[in-house]
């Protein structure tokens, strides 16, 4: 056994991990960024990047067909794949360390495993931190306690992202962000797709008007959606799965797909030996610092606040200037964090629904208007659906939410996190001119549907 002393220990090398190693590194600070799978986490691999590699030709598709003049002739299965492949840089995470070893970060390949105050074991070395730990181990598909279910095999996220072809049917559990996603994604390749979801609607969360026109989109595409649709069993008969449900008929599919939620990765990383229950996130504050240990933080989804990569991304910058000794705190957080489901049309949301500011006692009142009636839209989205939002608080005078739903929204959702979490005043924001012919200019219809 041999122990090596560095200033921090980061453990688990995802978007969160790799942001605050690096920007620990480049301040000069000794780091070692332990990872047991790949460098750049579940994001790059299994997550985010591959879902938008299978969901945007078919995006694209869609566009060109609404822009008269253009002659496209469909989806090649095969090459869209053969992308998807190529932006996972096929599982081979080399391209990662550049930027890791430009910042003097040493990365020790291994699992990680608290041993103490301080110290991570991994294999046979011993690190010792001599300032922070730092937890950005992630997370998996939570599997939930469905008799028959872990004896059927279902897909994960990762089966479901890195498949080497589409499965002639598939069968989601689950119609949250990752469920409709991924719907739509095989759906588009072929795959004939049954989405079951237990809640009176898909993505539960946003707008409701939003949970309408995504479904819409995908009953359009061929998806079966079926709410309140609780499963109660699984079995493999042949070669097909069966989903057994509290009502109705039974669902089947050549693949079953569990997308009912995440269980963060802190089971077996030792939080019993200082103290804390393993299995559970890592409570930390808004200062990303455990209650419990001045020198324990946790970053990313790992702390479960809000399981999204640039909110881990963000959580690591803070954190790095944490221990750099700057005093943080979160200033987005949680559900109300920026966020993007990458459907067609997409949702783009940061801040409040209409329901969760009423829920959380605030006075406030909504503005719809359609995302697609701007002059800029006869370009760009051409008479696509979908409905936009801004949740408005007349007391403070500000935008305490927004919500767009259409084609290529979440590029214009950073000027909504803008007035939102910078809380501009909302008589400023009716001099903020948007350009002509844009389709910014949704921003001025909204405002003047708010009276301004
Ligand atoms: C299908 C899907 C699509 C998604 N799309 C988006 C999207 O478009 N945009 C978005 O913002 N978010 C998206 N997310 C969420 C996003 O993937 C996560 O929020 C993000 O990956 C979290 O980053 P992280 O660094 O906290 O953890 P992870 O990316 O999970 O990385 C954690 C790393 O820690 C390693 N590790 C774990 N335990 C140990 C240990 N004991 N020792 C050593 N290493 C360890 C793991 O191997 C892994 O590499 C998506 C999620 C899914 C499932």
């Not at 920007?23 to 990872?35: D, H, N, T, W, Y």
């Not at 039974?250 to 089971?267: F, I, M, Y």
């Not at 924001?429 to 002509?436: E, Y």
Request: glycine content about 12%; overall charge negative.
């Amino acid at each position: 056994m041999a122990e090596r002393s560095f200033d921090v220990v980061v453990i688990g090398a995802g978007p969160a991990g790799e942001v605050a190693a690096g920007r620990l590194g480049e301040a000069g600070i000794e780091v070692a960024l332990v990872e047991q799978h790949l460098i750049g986490g579940e994001c790059s691999y299994y997550a985010c990047m591959p879902s938008k590699a299978l969901l945007r030709p078919a995006e694209l598709l869609a566009e060109t067909r609404r822009v008269p003049g253009l002659r496209v002739d469909g989806l090649d299965a095969a090459a869209v794949l053969a992308r998807r492949d190529e932006v996972i840089h096929d599982l081979d995470d080399s391209s990662q360390l550049p930027w890791l070893e430009q910042r003097g970060v040493t990365v020790v390949r291994g699992n990680g495993r608290l041993e103490g105050e301080r110290r991570v074991r991994v294999g046979d070395d011993v690190l010792v931190a001599g300032q922070a730990v730092v937890v950005a181990t992630g997370s998996g598909p939570a599997m939930p306690p469905i008799p028959g279910l872990a004896a059927a095999r279902p897909w994960g996220n990762r089966e479901a992202t890195t498949a080497k072809k589409p499965p002639e049917s598939l069968v989601i559990l689950g119609g949250g962000v990752v469920g409709v996603e991924l719907a739509q994604a095989w759906s588009s390749l072929g795959t004939r797709v049954v989405l079951l979801e237990g809640a009176p609607r898909v993505i539960v969360r946003e707008e409701p008007f939003a949970s309408a026109e995504v479904t819409a989109a995908l009953v359009g595409a061929g998806v079966e959606v079926r709410t309140e649709s609780r499963a109660v069993g699984v079995l493999r008969e042949g070669d097909e799965v069966v989903v057994q449900l509290e009502d109705g008929p039974s669902a089947r599919g050549a693949e079953l797909l569990v997308a009912v939620g995440r269980r963060v990765n802190t089971d077996g990383l030792g939080l019993e030996t200082v103290g804390l229950e393993p299995g559970k996130p890592v409570e930390v504050g808004s200062n990303l610092r455990s209650p419990r240990h001045e020198w324990l933080y946790a970053i990313g989804d790992a702390n479960g606040r809000a399981l999204l990569t640039h909110m881990g991304k963000y959580q690591g910058r803070l954190a790095a200037d944490a221990i750099l000794g700057k005093d943080i705190s979160l200033r987005s957080d949680g559900a109300l964090s920026p966020r993007v489901i990458f459907t067609d049309p997409q949702v783009a949301a940061v801040g409040h629904t209409l329901g969760s500011a009423e829920a959380a006692g605030m006075v406030v009142r909504a503005v719809d208007v359609a995302t697609s009636g701007t002059a800029g839209a006869s370009f760009v989205g051409r008479n696509t659906p979908g409905t936009s939002r801004l949740v408005l608080d007349d007391v403070r005078g500000v935008i305490v939410g927004a919500t767009f739903v259409g084609f290529e929204v979440a590029e214009m959702l950073h000027a909504a996190t803008v007035a939102v979490v910078g809380e501009v005043p909302l008589e400023r924001l009716a001099h903020a001119v948007p350009t002509f012919p844009t389709r910014s200019e949704l921003w001025l219809q909204l405002l003047e549907a708010a009276g301004l």
